[in-house]
């Protein structure tokens, strides 16, 4: 059943003193969605069915994708200003999407505000009782977005100077399976909010290679959580004996990109990147797990750079959690955008320079 348009999450007064309504998305909202990311984005978004309104209509529907509306209250008629959306992506893992707002009530402060607030109202919905991370990404050119994430309690944890690409492709055959490399690059910062009871779940042994690269990532979370302080027994290592080899690997056609998680055996390393060197880039989580450590050491020396360090992203097939070395491995030399200037938040500076230092 569809959520009658007056039954709003939060009511609030905007920068503009105008009043504001949130309340949750409902299929009929497709239309005016697919207008604002086209308003925004042209038709370059990284997820083409935003064009679709029929495919986002079913989007919407879905049981665990959340999306919030903002309208403007002033009037006798709410009027539609954006929207965004949380989606339950795993039975612990949330993650949230970009906040697009019309032309026409861009610059009142709407993006943020909407994403606080829809984000302290939805967490509370039973249906995230279990989730403990929440996942996000912002623009490293919009310092304004990376204040949302701060605002709101995520914290930083990566940076990738060629995450995403723009571009049109709607007209993509996906039956030929090629990645799409093309398009304009777009730098992006990793964030993570732990919920509910993350830090009891996650396992507080970690084992890294002793690696200047992946201890300058381990210590900048370290430095940001105290959890990290009280409860971490870190273990350094130059090697490990495990040859484990389990993976679980994702290939997005979108963004031309390859995402791998787990351990894997020197001889597949060398056969993912013949096999990858077409793309645009390979990401690579290794537990941070003895285990682990042999597969941190061939990918640094296959030329993977290390690019963050997420906490509790890693369940093991026993449902430990573990935290992630989070690599990339660049088959070409990344360029950085020239029309995404770099505006950084002083907390999230040393973990761009490290990254864009290594390459």
């Known amino acids: 059943m569809e959520l009658l348009q007056q039954e709003y999450l939060v009511k609030f007064k905007g920068r503009d003193g105008s009043l504001y309504g949130l309340r949750l998305g409902i299929p009929s909202d497709a239309e005016l969605i697919s207008k604002t ?25 879905q049981k665990n994708s959340f999306w919030f509306i903002g309208e403007l209250l002033d009037n006798e008629n709410p009027e539609f200003c954006g929207g965004g959306v949380i989606d339950i992506i795993s039975p612990y893992i949330a993650q949230m999407s970009k906040v697009v707002i019309r032309t026409k ?19 509370k919905f039973p249906q995230f009782e279990k989730v403990i991370r929440l996942n ?29 690409n723009l571009g049109n492709r709607l007209y993509l055959n996906k039956k030929e399976e090629k990645p799409y490399v093309k398009g304009e690059t777009i730098p992006l910062i990793f964030y993570s909010r732990t919920l509910n009871n993350f830090w009891e779940r996650r396992n507080n042994v970690v084992y890294l290679l002793n690696d200047e690269d992946i201890l300058f990532f381990y210590d900048y979370q370290l430095n940001n959580n105290r959890n990290m302080k009280k ?14 080899h389990d993976i679980e690997i994702k290939q997005n056609f979108n963004l031309g990109t390859v995402h791998i998680k787990g351990c894997m055996h020197n001889i597949f390393i060398k056969m993912f990147l013949k096999k990858f060197k077409k793309w645009r880039y390979i990401d690579w989580r290794i537990p941070a797990t003895e285990e682990g450590v042999r597969s941190m050491k061939m990918a640094i020396e296959n030329d993977f750079k290390v690019i963050g360090y997420d906490i509790g992203s890693y369940l093991a097939r026993d449902g430990t959690l573990h935290d992630s070395v989070f690599l990339a491995y660049f088959p070409r030399k990344v360029k950085l955008n020239p029309n995404e200037h770099l505006d950084i938040l002083k907390k999230v500076r040393p973990i761009v320079d490290k990254v864009l230092d290594s390459l």
Do not use: C, W
Request: glycine share 10%; charged share 25%.
């Open 136 to 164: 996000a990404e912002a623009r490293a050119s919009l310092k304004s977005t990376q204040m949302t994430m701060r605002n709101q309690g995520s914290k930083p944890y990566g940076f990738n100077p060629i995450y995403a």
């Open 231 to 244: 409860r971490d027994l870190l273990i350094t290592m130059e090697d490990s004996n495990y040859k484990s």
């Open 37 to 61: 990311f086209i308003e925004h984005f042209g038709f370059g978004y990284i997820d083409a069915k935003v064009y679709d309104v029929g495919k986002l209509s079913e989007a919407i529907a």
């Open 105 to 123: 009530f861009q610059r009142k402060g709407l993006a943020s505000e909407m994403g606080i607030k829809g984000i302290f109202k939805i967490l």
